[in-house]
Antibody, heavy 116, light 107 residues
Framework: EVQLVESGGGLVRPGGSLRLSCAVS????????MNWVRQAPGKGPEWLSY????????YYEDSVKGRFTISRDNARNSLFLQMSSLRVEDTAVYYC?????????WGQGTLVTVSS | DIQMTQSPSSLSASVGDRVTITCQAS??????LNWYQQKPGKAPKLLIY???NLETGVPSRFSGSGSGTDFTFTISSLQPEDIATYYC?????????FGGGTKVEIK
């Protein structure tokens, strides 16, 4: 069974940085395109970024472009999201999810709180 | 960006009722439309992909239909475990976008 486990969330000041990780087990990460999706409190999911299986293609949602960087290490079966210049409005639960068009496996999420 | 409009935003129905949720896209998205179920404190779960295909392991009381701009999600006989919020999501274009959600409750 495919399992995704996020880590790295926490409390950070506005303007700060944080690096999220997503560990994949039960499957070979190199066969999957991967995404980060976030969900602010009481809101619907918001797709943020996609990285192809070989890292050759990456996409970002406009509000995080230039501030967030998606990457992966297939040898370590891990996905990452480097977040910088964090804003209060980035406060959310961050999920990693597999897939290109539809997201078939999800992690449990990690909470990022941006507050002074 | 493609806007996804779901309705209703919430509904209350009895066990055994047929429940229908609609999702309208701001542009033609062919059949690039998925449906998710989210229970409190949990990640979304894929139920339907490509508008009408049931994900493996999902009960057959869930179904989807539509193409272009108008889509429908149906629970044929509402069960207590179906209490959740349901979201549509398009992947015709970037960014992938979700609808605002429909919260389903038991009457």
């Amino acid at each position: 069974e495919v399992q995704l486990v996020e880590s790295g969330g926490g409390l950070v000041r506005p303007g700060g940085s944080l690096r999220l990780s997503c560990a994949v087990s039960g499957a070979t990460l190199s066969t999957y395109g991967m995404n980060w999706v976030r969900q602010a409190p009481g809101k619907g999911p918001e797709w943020l970024s996609y990285i192809s299986s070989s890292s050759s293609t990456v996409y970002y949602e406009d509000s995080v472009k230039g501030r967030f960087t998606i990457s992966r290490d297939n040898a370590r079966n891990s996905l990452f999201l480097q977040m910088s210049s964090l804003r209060v409005e980035d406060t959310a639960v961050y999920y990693c999810a597999s897939g290109y068009g539809y997201f078939d496996f999800w992690g449990q999420g990690t909470l990022v709180t941006v507050s002074s | 960006d493609i806007q996804m409009t779901q309705s209703p935003s919430s509904l209350s129905a009895s066990v055994g009722d047929r429940v229908t949720i609609t999702c309208q896209a701001s542009h033609d998205i062919s059949n690039y439309l998925n449906w998710y179920q989210q229970k409190p404190g949990k990640a979304p779960k894929l139920l339907i992909y490509d508008a009408s295909n049931l994900e493996t392991g999902v009960p057959s009381r869930f179904s989807g239909s539509g193409s272009g701009t108008d889509f429908t999600f149906t629970i044929s006989s509402l069960q207590p475990e179906d209490i959740a919020t349901y979201y549509c999501q398009q992947y015709d274009n970037l960014p992938r976008t979700f609808g605002g959600g429909t919260k389903v409750e038991i009457k």
